[in-house]
């Protein structure tokens, strides 16, 4: 129905856009050969928007079309041309191709006496095709999508729709999302990692083309403002992480951690004031991961070097003591 275009739209990109697993590609189902891709996917609003003769191109792109998604709405559920496309594709012997996504109204409340203007499903998925070619009274189920609120997600109803129409377990796709999600994680950690790399190199080399006063001024300015990019970089990294969706993130997240403590503690010897900031710094990421007992021994190291280069008075070692006090607290 055209008061669905929104939804339209939205699946018609993602269908076409999908990458199909290369471990798939190939694999003989129901449905025959997994394809790379899903393109050309057909919207007759689109596709026939400038055709001479709707009828004729609409049952063309039926009878070449391996699958049909009906978007379920009240509105699909009265539209006569919504029906009539069903009914056709039934015609055509590919009633188990058809897929169907609800995205408003109510399933099976044409049956229930007082609800039939929610029904979402047209009267042509409803009805099973008898063998005269046209609907018969008998009742069918189908199976759907549910993008309304509180239903699926739209990745999940995306997924759904996939691993329908090729015919593999709907796990095997979220499985294999969730390992693309984290190779994008990793990604972007190795990225921000060569990024800090580089950074540094480019600092050490200005450093080193001046005199020894200027040196030091250069390079307390340059390290301070790496360790303060440093902090909020790898704290709001991890506060966007979500444990229930990539569990296996935080093993190496722990593994970048701990990597990183001992390289601050072997590497940064002749620069107290970085090596307490930035231990401090790694303190602060255990503690938001929870590793308490990593995050304590390098706050209380960061909190005696800054009392040894400043005092007591510092803010530094305020802040370094703030930062102790929380870890000490949720430990």
């Known amino acids: 129905s055209h008061s669905d275009e929104v939804w339209a ?5 993602s269908l076409e856009t999908y990458r199909v697993p290369k471990h798939l590609v190939g694999t003989e189902t129901e449905f025959g050969p997994v394809p790379e891709r899903f393109a050309p996917v057909f919207r007759d609003r689109e596709e026939l928007a400038t055709a001479t003769s709707l009828g004729d191109t609409l049952v063309r792109a039926l009878e070449q079309s391996a699958f049909q998604i009906v978007i379920c709405s009240p509105a699909a559920a009265k539209s006569r041309w919504v029906n009539e496309e069903i009914l056709t594709f039934k015609r055509l012997g590919r ?3 058809i897929f169907c ?19 979402c499903f ?11 070619g046209q609907l018969s ?3 069918s189920e189908p199976i759907a999508a549910d993008a309304r609120p509180r239903k699926d997600h739209k990745q999940d109803v995306l997924l759904k729709l996939l691993a329908g129409m090729l015919g593999i ?8 999302e969730a390992r693309r999600r984290q190779r994008r994680l990793m990604a972007l950690v190795s990225a921000s990692v060569a990024g800090m790399v580089i950074t540094s190199t480019l600092a050490a080399a200005a450093w080193l083309a001046r005199n020894e006063a200027e040196r030091e001024r250069v390079h307390a300015e340059a390290e301070a403002e790496t360790a303060r990019q440093t902090t909020r970089f790898i704290v709001d990294l991890f506060k966007v992480s979500d444990p229930s969706e990539a569990l296996g993130n935080r093993i190496t997240a722990r593994e970048i951690l701990d990597k990183g403590a001992a390289r601050i503690e072997k590497e940064l ?25 990593a995050a304590i021994p390098l706050m209380r190291q960061s909190l005696e070097k800054r009392e040894s280069l400043s005092g007591d008075q510092d803010a530094a070692v305020a802040q370094s003591l703030n930062h102790l006090g929380e870890a000490l607290t949720l430990n």
Request: glycine share 10%; hydrophobic share 40%; charged share 25%.
């Open 137 to 139: 009274a008998e009742r």
């Open 122 to 132: 047209p009267s042509a998925l409803i009805h099973k095709l008898g063998s005269d």
């Open 169 to 176: 377990g709907l796990d095997e796709l979220k499985r294999r």
């Open 101 to 119: 996504l609800i995205v408003a109204g109510e399933p099976g409340a044409s049956a229930v006496p007082g609800t039939a203007e929610l029904e």
């Open 269 to 293: 010897v002749d620069q107290p004031a970085i090596q307490a900031t930035l231990m401090d710094t790694m303190g602060t990421v255990y503690t938001s991961l929870g590793l308490y007992g």
């Open 95 to 97: 009633e188990h191709r």
């Open 9 to 13: 739209k939205w699946l018609h990109k």
